[in-house]
């Protein structure tokens, strides 16, 4: 089956972002198409290299992206591997998509045998990672929240509180950002008395920080993304002491 370059939304494109596999993004300047030669070159890469994920941002669409990566005038090509830029190229050649590519390729390790000689990488592969918010109840608090294995940011928010709605697109680009590191969690406390209560949530929205399944932090309002991406950072940091 021919793979392509896909055309990839901020949710998409995060996931890939945060996945084991290499990244190549084409993103544009205002929204424009790759050129014809480019786009063959990306559609080339895709097919050839069926580990690396090839993506089209449009920053038309997609405008935080023109941020992120610091995008100007024209196109830029990046090459994304574990959680970092290994390359960049501003006003990319097909020529350029295609050595990112082999150098991307490069970077992918020869999978494991056993002694049997059999594949161990779908034995290794990581489990789904939440990209998006996860509603969790009353009953399924403990098992995902409590005993998940990723620190969780737990928002409890109601469907008529204003300021929840405010937070709630944030949380949601976070959680993209942050799949794999951070979970974050919704809690209706409309739906779900019993925690609002035992938590002794007062307002909402309030955020809560969980890690090792111990309350780390707690805040409410509507805070801004700086104030709650400091505070991702500083719950993925924090360490722990043993008991």
């Given at each position: 089956m021919?793979?392509?370059?896909?055309k990839a939304?901020?949710q998409?494109?995060?996931t890939a972002?945060?996945?084991t596999?290499?990244?190549?993004?084409?993103?544009?300047s205002?929204?424009?198409?790759?050129?014809?030669?480019?786009?063959?070159?990306?559609d080339?890469?895709a097919?050839?290299?069926?580990?690396?994920?090839?993506?089209i941002i449009?920053?038309?669409?997609?405008p935080?992206?023109?941020?992120?990566?610091s995008v100007?005038k024209?196109?830029?090509?990046?090459g994304?591997?574990?959680?970092e830029?290994?390359?960049?190229r501003?006003?990319?050649?097909a020529t350029?998509v295609q050595?990112?590519a082999?150098?991307?390729?490069?970077?992918?390790p020869e999978?494991?045998?056993?002694?049997?000689g059999k594949?161990?990488t779908?034995?290794n592969?990581e489990l789904?990672?939440d990209?998006?918010p996860?509603?969790?109840t009353?009953?399924?608090?403990?098992?995902e929240?409590?005993?998940?294995?990723?620190?969780?940011?737990v928002?409890?928010?109601?469907?008529?509180?204003g300021p929840?709605k405010?937070?709630?697109?944030?949380?949601?680009k976070l959680?993209g950002?942050?799949?794999?590191?951070?979970r974050?969690?919704?809690?209706?406390?409309?739906?779900?008395?019993g925690?609002?209560q035992?938590?002794r949530?007062m307002?909402?929205p309030?955020l809560m920080?969980?890690?090792?399944?111990?309350?780390?932090?707690?805040?409410?309002?509507?805070?801004?993304?700086?104030t709650?991406r400091?505070?991702?950072?500083?719950?993925?940091?924090?360490?722990i002491p043993?008991?």
């Amino acid at each position: 089956m021919t793979r392509n370059a896909v055309k990839a939304d901020a949710q998409m494109a995060n996931t890939a972002l945060h996945s084991t596999s290499p990244v190549m993004l084409w993103i544009s300047s205002n929204g424009e198409s790759p050129p014809t030669d480019v786009r063959k070159a990306l559609d080339a890469a895709a097919n050839d290299y069926s580990a690396l994920e090839v993506l089209i941002i449009d920053t038309a669409a997609e405008p935080a992206f023109k941020e992120r990566f610091s995008v100007g005038k024209h196109a830029v090509l990046i090459g994304w591997y574990n959680n970092e830029v290994i390359s960049r190229r501003q006003r990319p050649w097909a020529t350029d998509v295609q050595g990112t590519a082999e150098k991307l390729a490069g970077l992918i390790p020869e999978p494991e045998q056993d002694p049997n000689g059999k594949d161990k990488t779908e034995e290794n592969k990581e489990l789904p990672v939440d990209n998006v918010p996860v509603h969790v109840t009353d009953a399924d608090f403990e098992k995902e929240v409590i005993n998940h294995e990723l620190p969780v940011l737990v928002d409890f928010w109601a469907d008529w509180c204003g300021p929840c709605k405010m937070v709630a697109p944030t949380l949601e680009k976070l959680a993209g950002e942050y799949a794999g590191k951070v979970r974050i969690a919704k809690v209706d406390v409309d739906a779900n008395p019993g925690l609002a209560q035992a938590f002794r949530i007062m307002s909402i929205p309030t955020l809560m920080f969980f890690k090792e399944g111990k309350i780390v932090g707690q805040t409410a309002g509507a805070l801004p993304e700086p104030t709650l991406r400091d505070a991702l950072e500083q719950l993925v940091a924090l360490e722990i002491p043993a008991e």
